[in-house]
């Protein structure tokens, strides 16, 4: 019987080489995010990617063979980038009304922050399945959690997810534009609880209510870079 040896220099050798893939296709990942946000999702190329990442062209193709990859990779990137950030904060809240309004508001105030990602998220939210799915499983769930709890009335659930996430994206795109309002993110939240069923008074508290206070860990997202986007200007209240 022949007895194959792994020395620790090659299980080493391999953590390294693991690592050094992990990277490289972050920082692949990365550009493209920027990218999106600057160009647009049809505007990738490979070789152009290439070169934002610092990486050779054929590189790219052990990560990449075509940029429908790219878009599939950077899909699931920021949608679990933003689900992480939900979640972490959600917890603990039970009431549906809040989490769908944390939610919400949560991703107008990330958009505004972070205009690299906002631009790459307006664009791929038109374009790839896999982050309309991540988002709107989360979303759903907490409308049936609602309907559960008697606090949101309304007659098809698939609707008012659509509405939820147009209403979001098409903020995103608005801020982008630089047609931002200081309480976009209550005064969005507080309409749509009110679309959903929920009593005008109970819709005006917790869409202005303070946000969790909770320190979020570091995660993928922190290795996303912000780009300086599109100047914004503020309408007053």
């Not at 490289?24 to 490979?46: D, N, P």
């Amino acid at each position: 019987m022949t007895s194959s040896i792994t020395s620790p220099n090659s299980e080493i050798q391999l953590t390294r080489g693991h690592k050094k893939k992990a990277r490289t296709r972050q920082a692949l990942i990365e550009a493209a995010i920027h990218i999106y946000s600057e160009k647009g999702v049809s505007e990738l190329q490979l070789n152009g990617l290439a070169e934002r990442a610092g990486v050779s062209n054929g590189t790219i193709y052990n990560y990449f063979k075509t940029r429908d990859e790219v878009l599939h990779a950077v899909g699931i990137e920021l949608a679990d980038q933003f689900s992480q950030r939900i979640t972490h904060v959600s917890q603990g809240i039970e009431n549906a009304v809040e989490r769908v309004a944390v939610g919400i508001r949560m991703f107008i105030l990330q958009g505004r922050s972070d205009p690299t990602w906002a631009g790459a998220v307006a664009g791929l939210f038109q374009h790839d399945q896999t982050i309309q799915s991540i988002v709107a499983n989360n979303l759903l769930n907490d409308l049936v959690l609602g309907i559960k709890q008697g606090q949101f009335h309304i007659k098809n659930k698939l609707v008012a997810m659509g509405l939820i996430a147009s209403a979001t994206i098409g903020a995103i795109s608005a801020i982008l534009e630089g047609l931002d309002q200081a309480d976009y993110d209550s005064s969005l939240a507080e309409m749509l609880l009110l679309a959903l069923g929920v009593r005008a008074e109970q819709a005006s508290q917790i869409a202005n209510q303070a946000l969790p206070e909770k320190k979020l860990e570091p995660g993928p997202e922190s290795n996303v870079k912000r780009g300086r986007g599109r100047p914004r200007k503020t309408i007053g209240r």
